[in-house]
């Protein structure tokens, strides 16, 4: 009888002989290595070792079936999350015990996910696996990017108006439209010659809008809608909303004539006043007094007024005599006084009649910028031809020969050194003439003038021209580097496309 030494030594040891090829090994059901029962068993068989997955480059989202668009950050949970549902059938036989990405080039159009499973095999053994998914990325335009590339779907339409000859109310609008975003769920953006035109694929997209331009500018609507198509047995409507936003008639450095009954509201100011600014509010000064008056939208559309000059009727004005009045009378319940701004007596004379001795007198309130020899725009209310119902029922004795708007100074010279600049919106131009461009330099001008509104207005740094020293200025008012903000040009996005963004 002859006895096997290595049998009796694996058995003390509390090993076993793989029936398959003798190695020894931990006992188990099968009595076979884990070699040979990979070889005689793939427990990843029936899960695709290569999948597509949409993406739209347009809104940059992954589609999710069955007609769902997520947006998915590159190696995120949610990314992970939609790989996996899309072989979730074939995962349902086995036991998933981890899942990871493998790094890739943003650029390969590729989503590698490595996978640990787990399956009981022959005779109760469980055996585990790791094995690499590959995602192929594919583009796939989604049906909203279609609906924006069509450019005439649409559920929704705000139409902003201003009767006015100036734009600046809408070059300050644009800014914070771009400053909070909310440009970016149009479809497209319109201008027209008095307004601009927003779409929106939503209604909600479109009231949420109104809310902000209610907000910003004052401003009032009226809302429309039009049946397309019903159906009578679900009981469902299509309909086109319409959104008519009317902001007010009044723009920046407007001279306006106010009621009786209003101007006595506002603490018997001088119906004749400048406005200096307009944002949620118009705000007006009186340049007699100083006195200043916030007017919103509603007191507004109660007591309406317009203005008594266009921009293009401002002339141009060289100081003669300033003197500042120190000691100025305020009225039995008068407003507030502007601490800003000084009153001023001045003489002035039109350059375009240097010729001739004829100078005009008035207040004004820029009793601290002026300086005899400066030159200054205003409006010349002697020799115009005002057809207002406020100025025709005044005493002629109330309403001044000239009101000052401005200091002038060297238009060039400012525009040359220049050293920042704003975003625009992409948007559809029917034309643009030499007066849009001389409108748009106005607002600038706005900017470097008023710190008030330049605080509500993202300004850039452009990079293209040299910082200047301010030594050699003509004392014209300039904004500094601290208010600028770097701009950040993204060329490429993760899937290596360029990047599509709303603003130029």
């Known amino acids: 009888m002859k006895f096997c030494w290595t049998e009796l030594t694996l058995e003390a040891l509390g090993h076993r002989l793989c029936c398959e090829c003798g190695v020894p090994i931990s006992p ?6 884990v070699a040979c029962l990979r070889s005689k068993v793939d427990i990843s068989q029936g899960i695709p070792k ?36 899309k072989i979730k059938a074939p995962l349902s036989k086995v036991r998933l015990v981890d899942a990871g990405f493998v790094w890739t080039e943003p650029h390969s159009k590729r989503l590698k996910v490595k996978l640990t499973i787990q399956k009981e095999v022959m005779n109760g053994a469980i055996l585990q696996q790791v094995f690499v998914v590959d995602y192929v990325v594919q583009s796939q335009m989604c049906g909203d990017c279609h609906r924006v590339e069509a450019k005439d779907f649409w559920k929704a339409v705000i139409q902003v108006r201003q009767k006015t000859l100036h734009k600046k109310t809408f070059y300050y609008l644009e800014q914070l439209i771009l400053k909070y975003g909310m440009h970016q769920n149009t479809l497209r953006i ?22 902000f331009l209610q907000c910003t500018v004052p401003c009032r609507y009226k809302a429309s809608q039009r049946l397309i198509s019903q159906d009578i047995h679900s009981n469902t409507y299509n309909y086109k ?8 008639p009044v723009c920046k450095d407007n001279v306006v004539c106010l009621s009786p009954k209003l101007a006595q509201s506002l603490g018997n100011m001088n119906q004749i006043c400048v406005c200096i600014r307009v944002t949620s509010a118009i705000h007006l000064i009186d340049p007699n007094t100083l006195q200043v008056a916030d ?18 009727q401002l002339e141009e004005f060289i100081v003669m005599e300033c003197s500042t009045v120190r000691d100025i009378k305020r009225a039995a319940g008068a407003g507030m006084i502007s601490k800003k701004h000084a009153l001023g007596e001045v003489w002035v004379q039109k350059t375009s009649e240097m010729n001739t001795d004829k100078q005009y007198f008035c207040r004004t309130h820029l009793g601290h910028l002026l300086n005899p020899g400066d030159l200054v725009l205003g409006f010349d209310l002697a020799n115009c031809n005002l057809n207002d119902e406020h100025v025709n029922k005044m005493n002629s004795d109330r309403v001044p020969d000239v009101v000052l708007i401005k200091k002038s100074y060297d238009r060039t010279k400012r525009q040359r050194r220049r050293n920042w600049k704003l975003k625009e919106l992409a948007r559809e131009r029917e034309n643009m003439d030499t007066d849009d461009e001389r409108q748009y330099q106005d ?20 990079s293209t021209i040299p910082v200047e020293s301010d030594t050699d200025d003509e004392g014209a008012p300039r904004i500094s580097l601290a208010e600028m903000l770097e701009d950040l040009h993204i060329s490429q996005d993760a899937t290596g496309e360029e990047g599509a963004s709303m603003m130029t």
């Open 190 to 211: 319109k201008e027209i010659h008095d307004g601009l035109d927003f779409y929106y694929s939503s209604k909600q997209h479109a009231q949420k809008m109104v809310e």
């Open 50 to 85: 290569q999948v597509s997955v949409s993406f739209c480059k347009q809104c940059q989202r992954y589609f999710q079936p069955p007609g769902t668009w997520i947006q998915c950050a590159l190696e995120s949970r949610e990314l992970l999350a939609l790989c996996l549902k």
């Open 28 to 33: 188990n059901p099968a009595n076979i290595c």
């Open 443 to 462: 607002f600038l001008e706005d900017l470097e003038e008023d710190e008030a509104i330049r605080k509500n207005v993202n300004i850039y740094r452009d």
């Open 241 to 248: 909303s319409t959104f008519s936003v009317e902001i007010v």
């Open 295 to 312: 007017i919103d939208g509603s007191t507004f559309w109660s007591h309406p007024f317009n203005s008594l000059c266009h921009p293009k």
